[in-house]
């Protein structure tokens, strides 16, 4: 009986941060099916729902690296449990929000909570568990993620049509008190090894937050106001300011690290890696593929819900075939995939995923929400095959003991990749939309309102929407296919690296793992050492950030996880 009370105390922490990271991941995707109730309810306009699917995606991209610096320094848990209660604070504030402009302040705080849950959740787990217990805990851990991913737009629609759409929200609070008890009652604190002196990059920090959050304003504001809009400039303007000075920030951080003149901040991202041909392009490659392959179905859900009538619920499950077969793909070929030189089953998952974005082109004024499916399958086939080994080939293309370095990039650039798609298409988008209609006649005011969900309100004939819709629709299906068919490209052109089984250290040997859900998942594999955080020397001098570098090590389980469901 002792035994089996001690195993069930074991397991405890694990599904405290399992649900915590559900949480978080189901939120970038909950909102879709969400967006026309939300419309109605709140008189948004279309800028508006850009701005609650996009601020979160936006803090949660910005964020990541500092709060992981962060969370090494002060304490995993501490993190963990601080951005626990801001998340629940702010899903309570998004529930009760009486405008569009309140719901999206508090999306932003959300997404900001969400950065210090995410930056902690790997570490603490790798913290926690060892050998075998480790490797059953990422497994459990990765299919959770995978299930928050595919099960998103589904949940969003079953809340929204039978509740509420401020039930998305509220439905967070009740979880977040329970997966906080949980973490404070079992999850032990962790901290990083700490070196002399070290302190978080707050400069860099600044500068990549102003960059990030301006060029998604600019982006925004742009399609919105114009692109000669005074605002607009000077939006974009401060964004490639801001970018320039967190690479001079950066790029001193890293040197004086290296040269050890003097006890400082270490960089949040080594740019040395950055002159590695292979990685540079991988890091343009994971933003370009996450833009290309997930920012459209916000897009797609606003047609089949306010142009052809679908209940949230059913939105949702028409999503289904491409999270499944993305699910199948990675879980039946994960392994075969792996033992392949990374860039070849990337490459072909990136030029499928532009085929099927492609594909969606069949949607016409008179489809239906079949039109959508092949395309569905095929990048659900792409994604399945690309993601999967996306951080295999990160790593491959970095020496080992950079390797948690080259994750946690990777993942950076994701979650930027997603923000500033969401961006972009929704300007080109509503362009479209707003241009077909204000050309046959439609007032500017009730062009604005069906290109939000809204054309019934505002009295514009169904037929010249479903024909608006059309024309956006194959506008952003173009540009996503064709943008996944130059990453495609590029990997085979630009990417080398080698097969997983070449390059992964055998356990013991104190390496930074690479695929850290993948490992894991073999009992007793990985590197307890090397996970928790030890320091490792490169060349006769200290690795940038020892620190950073096992955090992004356990953010690479989650990218990896992740990516074998979404």
């Given at each position: ?383 399945g095959m690309a993601l999967t080994v996306l951080i295999s080939a990160a790593l491959s293309a970095v020496p080992p003991e950079r390797s948690g370095t080259a994750s946690g990039a990777v993942n950076t650039a ?153």
């Amino acid at each position: 009986m002792r035994t089996t009370d001690n195993q069930h105390r074991t397991w405890w922490p694990l599904a405290g941060l399992s649900l915590g990271a559900f949480m978080l991941l189901i939120d970038v995707s909950i909102v879709n099916t969400a967006l026309p109730r939300m419309a109605t309810s709140l008189d948004a306009s279309f800028t508006s729902l850009q701005w609650v699917v996009d601020i979160y995606a936006v803090a949660l991209a910005a964020l990541l690296l500092v709060t992981g610096s962060l969370a090494d320094l002060h304490g995993r848990r501490r993190v963990f449990v601080w951005g626990l209660v801001l998340f629940g604070l702010a899903s309570l504030a998004c529930g009760l929000a009486p405008d569009a402009g309140t719901l999206i302040a508090a999306r932003a705080v959300q997404g900001a909570g969400a950065a210090a849950m995410f930056a902690a959740n790997a570490p603490l787990i790798s913290a926690t568990y060892h050998g075998r217990d480790r490797g059953i805990a990422f497994g459990v851990w990765g299919a959770v993620n995978g299930a928050a991913v595919g099960c998103g737009l589904a949940l969003g629609g079953v809340l929204t049509e039978y509740i509420d759409w401020r039930a998305i929200f509220f439905v967070n609070v009740p979880l977040t008190l329970v997966t906080l008890w949980i973490t404070l009652r079992t999850v032990p604190e962790s901290r990083a090894p700490r070196r002399s002196g070290a302190r978080v990059d707050w400069a860099g920090a600044a500068l990549f937050t102003l960059s990030a959050a301006a060029l998604t304003y600019g982006l925004v504001r742009g399609g919105d106001a114009g692109w000669s809009d005074r605002l607009t400039i000077w939006s974009l303007a401060v964004a490639a300011a801001a970018a320039t000075g967190f690479v001079l920030v950066e790029q001193a951080r890293g040197t004086a690290l290296a040269r050890g003149t003097r006890p400082g901040p270490a960089p949040l991202l080594d740019l040395a890696l950055l002159r590695n041909r292979s990685f540079a392009v991988l890091l343009g490659v994971a933003l370009l593929t996450q833009a290309a392959a997930f920012t459209h179905f916000v897009y797609s859900a606003l047609w089949v819900q306010s142009v052809l009538g679908m209940s949230p619920l059913r939105a949702g499950l028409a999503s289904l075939p491409m999270a499944g077969t993305s699910f199948l793909v990675a879980a039946i070929f994960g392994g075969r995939l792996q033992r392949m030189r990374p860039q070849y089953p990337l490459g072909a998952g990136v030029l499928v995923t532009g085929v099927g974005a492609l594909a969606q082109m069949l949607v016409a004024p008179g489809s239906s929400w079949t039109a959508l499916l092949p395309g569905f399958v095929l990048i659900g086939v792409g994604v399945g095959m690309a993601l999967t080994v996306l951080i295999s080939a990160a790593l491959s293309a970095v020496p080992p003991e950079r390797s948690g370095t080259a994750s946690g990039a990777v993942n950076t650039a994701r979650q930027l990749g997603y923000a500033l798609g969401i961006a972009v298409l929704g300007t080109v988008f509503a362009s479209r939309v707003r241009e077909t209609l204000t050309g046959r006649g439609v007032p500017e005011a009730a062009a604005e309102a069906a290109g939000s969900g809204r054309a019934r309100e505002a009295g514009v004939p169904m037929g010249l929407v479903r024909e608006a819709f059309a024309t956006g629709l194959d506008r952003i299906f173009v540009i996503c296919g064709v943008t996944a068919l130059v990453a495609g490209v590029a990997v085979l052109l630009f990417v080398r690296g080698r097969a997983a089984t070449e390059h992964a250290p055998h356990g013991g040997q104190g390496s930074v793992r690479g695929t850290a859900a993948g490992d894991a998942a073999a009992p007793g594999g990985g590197s307890e050492a090397a996970a928790d955080g030890s320091g490792r020397h490169e060349a006769g001098r200290p690795v940038p950030s020892s620190a950073h570098s096992a955090r992004s090590s356990a953010h690479s389980a989650h990218s990896s996880a992740r990516s074998s469901a979404s």
